[in-house]
């Protein structure tokens, strides 16, 4: 990780005075912190740390502050707010507290709606534009596993069909270091447990503990940083056929699943599909969507 010399920002802003040299480790989280903490993040990125996941956060914190060497958690809230180049800082905070959880077909029901029906359906709808191009995002795609998972399908059950139909898979999260893991396409054992023998044969190569990702399938998915909380950002995201925005609104309170729910929308094409987590719901955020039944699974249509 490339992290920015603390003695810069020290030089920059001498009043601030931060005690550079304690390993931060003795600290404690008090409540009045914890919700200045929690105000910050939320304000920030939407998620929102329940009372109960008070010292999940007190320890993911623990790290950052033992890496700067800075005192106590109120200095490091001080440090974060008043840097010169607070979006470096917030980058590096994403890292320690965004939960990255994902694997290789995590979610088969959603892959085979995706490819045996969505997009033979969305290819056949008048309002399809482009019909030679199918556009995917991975919304919160951590590692990229979901966002490769996709091409892999689509490789193996859409190309044969449509030779000459091309598939863009973008992929964002706000954790710059699962970006790059994404755009390494080297994955370990633990991302690929739940992988198909026959995906694996033809799409893996293992090298010791490493599994490189076939580079045709890489080259199908792009990866970028991109803070689903910031409004401006995410107008920018536009005409997806498919969106897959799975087990991240668990981390977000109503107020910010509202928001991201329907800008995901607005992202869409007319004809579009929503695809979220297992455990997640649309119920009372969202009644923009026409829910969509597959077998074993459901999706959320813009019509
Ligand atoms: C549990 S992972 C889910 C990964 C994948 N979608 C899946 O279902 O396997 C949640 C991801 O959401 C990302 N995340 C959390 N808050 C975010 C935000 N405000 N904007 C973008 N990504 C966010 C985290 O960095 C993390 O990689």
Partial sequence: MNQPALNTFQSNRPALNF??????????LTDKTFEDWRKLIYDQ??????????????????????????????KY???????PRKSDELKYLYEVITINETFFFRNQPQLDALVT????????SPLKINKNK????????????????IAMAFNEMIKPKYPGLSLEVVGTDINYQVIETARSGVFKEYAVRNTPSYYMKKYFKQDGSNYHLDPQIRNMATFKMLNLYDQMAM???????????????????????????????NSLNKNGYLFIGYS????????????????????????
């Fill in 19 to 28: 005690s550079f040299g304690n390993n931060g480790t003795g600290n404690k």
């Fill in 45 to 74: 990125c939407g998620i929102y740390f329940q009372d109960n996941k008070k010292y999940l956060l007190e320890s993911r914190l623990q790290k950052r502050i033992a890496f700067l060497k800075i005192d106590t958690f109120e």
């Fill in 77 to 83: 809230l001080e440090y974060v707010k008043f840097n």
């Fill in 117 to 124: 029906m969505i997009i033979p359906e969305i290819l056949n």
């Fill in 134 to 149: 199918i556009r995917i995002w991975s919304a919160a795609s951590s590692s990229g596993e979901e966002a490769y998972s």
């Fill in 235 to 265: 107008k920018s995201m536009t005409g997806f056929d498919v969106i897959f925005c799975a087990n991240v609104l668990i981390y977000f309170d109503l107020k910010s699943k509202v928001q991201v729910v329907s800008q995901l929308y």
């Fill in 280 to 303: 997640e719901t649309l119920h009372g955020i969202s009644k923009a969507f026409k829910l969509a039944s597959f077998p074993k699974t459901i999706g959320y249509k813009k019509e």
